[in-house]
């Protein structure tokens, strides 16, 4: 897994000193160490000492704060920076070394935790600001705002008084806080993660998955499109973040749909959707999936199985999409090179890369025969992946040692990011609990809703997507999760139903306008207006926008029913968004007329509606399957009566 907007390199940055290379290499070859060798227990089993997780925490923290401080800005870092980083590793390391005390001392909230934790919150909230946009900054802050001002607000909008020297020092100190079970999440599990993605992209993986993509899938109608589909797909499956799957997999894909004949935007928008799904699919989902199994207290297994239909009806679409705009603008075969390899000679030559992928499915599918935690299987897996590189490379080209330990290193950056919104997160899970907001806040969106459960879910869907609006997935899910899941768990939902629902339509904004970070990545790619790339993917990608209210209201999309009614409901959902994505389209055997189109249109909404919506729903299911079948028919019979008349000369 890679970070949603990795730092830039820092030999990249301009007259970037070599104290500030040198600097930048300690740091984050210190936070991947302390991380890897905390992931395998070497303190303990080498050295025979045992500290408490919080300790390491601080200690990443101040590693990750100093790294923000001077690798992540596009200019030579200022004498204030320098200062900056001081303070971190002095007050970090301070925190880590005294920390055994200081919980027993916090209560009586002494002078050196309140200002400790006032001068962390502040280097914390300065660290986000630069690296994540000042979104997230602006509600904390208005989040502790809140805090003091709720005491007076009337009904349900009163929260319960806390002092400021309280605030300060839960927040920062607190293990409900800044140093509590989010960061450690981000550190213990998603660094490993990203070390396991910044490894397999540079040794070869990306193209090995993109190349099997282009073998599978290029000589097919649209085949441009679908290798972007299915490559995005696969290094979405251990990249887990959106950006970085646009810019490993669209660099070949985008280029090559252009040439093919895809218009400019319409190539962009069909990677930055392939890419975004990335966060949804198996087995490495986004971050916002680890943190999800810490907020419902269930294995990240769980979540994996929870997320493998969505995700296949997800990528469903979108090839259902490019095939049939393939089909309507006549786009053949991709247009690839002459030496590009067939499916043997991949596989022969990178047929080490899917094993470490499949021992750590094995460990997420059996876990109580490997007995490995998930962050250490991703310890293993990547020090495999290591080895087989070394020794075996990728069509020819081995990576040098130098090269692979590189590649080690900049993982600390590559984490950057998603550390520094783990600490901002803690932040706000803590302004919430500390005051009860989230209790409150609960109530209002029933009453508003009138506890009525699709208005409550379009409420929660439009919040959702509000904060979405230039903020990382992770920030979005932590908000929406503490804030808006309650409400639908107090209304009957399934908690993993709602805490999927929320970050579904917060992943949404990757690729909706007025944000849509993916959608502009792409757009740079493709040399076009991200603008237009970010409506044109909102087209491609439609069936998105309703696949939430699909599992939410169906069990069985979310794996939690029978076999026989799983295959049912995944069977007639895939159905479902055919029809609708032909009526978008204008396209099914052939091309469709404006009645035909809706037709498609309203026989795919009849079939969407999950049965249990409201009484007499599932007549309504066999209605849309019934005109399905219909209009399908009447298509293809006219395809067939088009095909038999005479081509005039």
Known sequence: MTAEAGPPDAAGLPAASRATALATDIFQGLLIFCVVGWVLDIPRRVFGAAYYTEQLLAVCLGFTLALAFIASQHRRPRWYDWIFVALSVAICGYIAVRYEELTYELAMLPMEGIIGSLILIALVLEATRRTSGGILVIIILALVGYVFIGPNLPGDFQTRYVSPERLVVYLGLDTNGMIGNILAVAVLIVVPFTLMGQVLGRTGGANFFADLAMSGMGKFRG??????????ALFGMISGAAVSNVVAVGIVTIPLMVRSGFGRARAAAIEAVGSTGGQLMPPVMGAAAFIMAEFLQVSYGAVVVAAVIPALL????LFMHVDLEAAKHR???AQVDEDVPGFLEIMRSGWHFPIPIAFLVATLAWPEIFQIPIERAAVYATGMLIVLSLLF?????KISIMEMGRAVLESGRAALDIVLIGAAAGMVVGALNVSGIAFGLTLQLIAISGENLFILLLL???????LGMGMPTVSVYVLTATLLAPSLIKLGVAPMAAHMYVMYFGMLSM?????AIAAYAAANIARVSGWTTGWVSVMVGWSTFFIPF??????ALLMNAPWHQIVWHLARNLLGIFMGTAAIVGYGFIPLSLAMRIGFGAAALAILMPPNAF???????WIGLGASVTVLSLNYVRSRSLRRQPVSA
């Open 511 to 515: 690729i909706t306008p007025p944000v």
């Open 550 to 555: 699909l599992f939410v209201l169906e069990p």
């Open 331 to 333: 786009i053949g075969a």
């Open 615 to 621: 009484p007499g729903a599932e007549y309504l299911d």
């Open 460 to 466: 929660t869907a439009l919040v959702s997507f509000v």
């Open 314 to 317: 997800y990528y469903a679409a």
């Open 223 to 232: 085949g441009a499109a679908k290798i972007a589909v299915f490559g995005s």
């Open 393 to 397: 490379g990728y069509r020819g080209k």
